[in-house]
C-alpha cells in the first residue's frame, strides 16, 4: 500500500491505518481529493493486516465543502463526478472512524458521514448550509443524515443551514464522542483500535449487514441532488447565496 495518495497522508497503527487530508487550513473537497480518498481506502480493504481506519485532517477545518468563491470548485469533471467518489466511499468494507476537529460543512458533513463513528472537539461545528447558499443539499446527505439522526432533526439543518456545535450533536447523536481537542486523534485511534481487536471478518459481516445497501442508496439519492443542483446552479439566488455567504450576510434571495 502506498504511504500517499496525492494529498491524502496514510500510515499504520498496528492494525489501524491513519489516513490525513492535508489541504490545510479548510481542506475543501474537490474530485482528486475524494478519488485519492477512496483510492487509499479501496487499498485498507484490501490490506490483510488492516482492519479498521481513522479519518483526520490537517489544518482548522476538518472539511469545509466545497470552495464555491473558486471558479471550479470541486475540479475536474464537476460535482457529477465528485459523487461518483462519493459512492466509492460508501462502498468500502472497514469501519472508519473520523476524528473532526473544526467545521465539518456541505460536502464536509457529507464526508464526515462516510464514517462509522465521529469523535469531535468542543470546537466541532456541523452544518448542512446548502440553503443558505440557494443551492440543495449533495454528497447523499438527503440520505445519510436523516437515517442517523431522523428526519425531523435532519430537515432542521438542512432547511436552516443552521450551525450545529459539537455539545448539541452528541446529543443528536451526529457524534459519539465529544473530547477535549488536545485528545481528539488519541481518543478516535483508541476507537479504532477497540474496533480493530475483533474477528475482522466478523466485524466487516456486522458492518455489512448493519448498513445494508448504503452505497445503492447514496447512488440514488446523488443522481436526484445532482440534477437539482444543475437546475439551482443556474439561479439568481444561487449567484447571491454564493456572494452573501463570502461576504458573511444573509442573502438578499428573490426565489428567481
Known sequence: MKERYGEIAVKRDGHVALLEIDRPPHNHVTVELMTN?????????????????????????????????????????????????????FSTRKPIVAAVQG????????????????????EARFSANFVKLGFHPGF??????????????AQLMCLTGRRIKAEEALGWGLIDELVPQEKLRESALALARELAENAPLAV????????????MHVKAQTDREFLIQSALRETADFAEGIRA????????????
Open 37 to 89: 480518498l477512496a483510492d487509499a481506502l479501496f487499498d485498507i480493504d484490501a490490506e490483510r493486516n488492516a482492519r479498521a481506519s481513522v479519518l483526520m485532517s490537517a489544518g482548522k477545518s476538518f472539511c469545509a465543502g466545497a470552495d464555491f468563491s473558486a471558479r471550479r470548485s470541486v475540479g475536474e469533471g464537476g460535482t457529477d463526478a465528485l459523487y461518483a467518489q462519493a459512492v466509492r466511499l
Open 103 to 122: 467545521a465539518a460543512i456541505g460536502a464536509g458533513l457529507g464526508l464526515a458521514l462516510v464514517a462509522d463513528f465521529r469523535v469531535a472537539a468542543p
Open 140 to 153: 447523499g446527505i438527503t440520505y445519510t443524515l436523516p437515517k442517523l439522526i431522523g428526519l425531523q432533526k
Open 204 to 215: 466487516e459481516a456486522t458492518r455489512a449487514t448493519l448498513r445494508g445497501e448504503i452505497a
Open 245 to 256: 455567504v463570502a461576504e458573511r450576510r444573509a442573502g438578499n434571495f428573490t426565489g428567481t
